[in-house]
């Protein structure tokens, strides 16, 4: 069973930084399609980010070049380097997991993973 564990959130003024991190156990997974999705209390959850097991990438036109995707094959860690925040990047970030090499075509769907974390809170604030 895939177990997904986020963390990295917080609060930061607009114009900081946050890393997310999202650590799996019970099996490999970075070979896999893997998102980060956000949610707020008005909206729907959104797929932000997204790598395949070749590695590349999508992004949401409004994270392109300020959200940086990465993985770590050796920790079974997928990362979310976010930068130049701002305060519409509010949300609860959740990672997931598609156990397909591929991506389904962009944006990420919720409907198409299958495994989530619990998600971690991202505040900015102006």
């Known amino acids: 069973q895939v177990q997904l564990v986020e963390s990295g959130g917080g609060s930061v003024q607009a114009g900081g930084s946050l890393r997310l991190s999202c650590a799996a156990s019970g099996a490999i997974v970075t070979p896999y399609c893997m998102a980060w999705f956000r949610q707020t209390p008005r909206s729907a959850r959104e797929g932000v980010a997204a790598i395949d097991g070749g590695g590349s990438t999508f992004y949401t036109d409004s994270v392109k070049d300020r959200f940086t995707l990465s993985k770590d094959n050796a920790k079974n860690t997928l990362y979310l380097q976010m930068d130049s925040l701002k305060p519409e990047d509010t949300g609860k970030y959740f990672c997931?997991?598609?156990?397909?090499?591929?991506?389904?075509?962009?944006?990420?769907?919720?409907?198409?993973?299958?495994?989530w974390g619990q998600g971690t809170q991202v505040t900015v604030s102006s």
């Open positions: 997931a997991v598609r156990l397909s090499i591929y991506c389904s075509d962009p944006p990420p769907r919720s409907a198409d993973f299958g495994y």
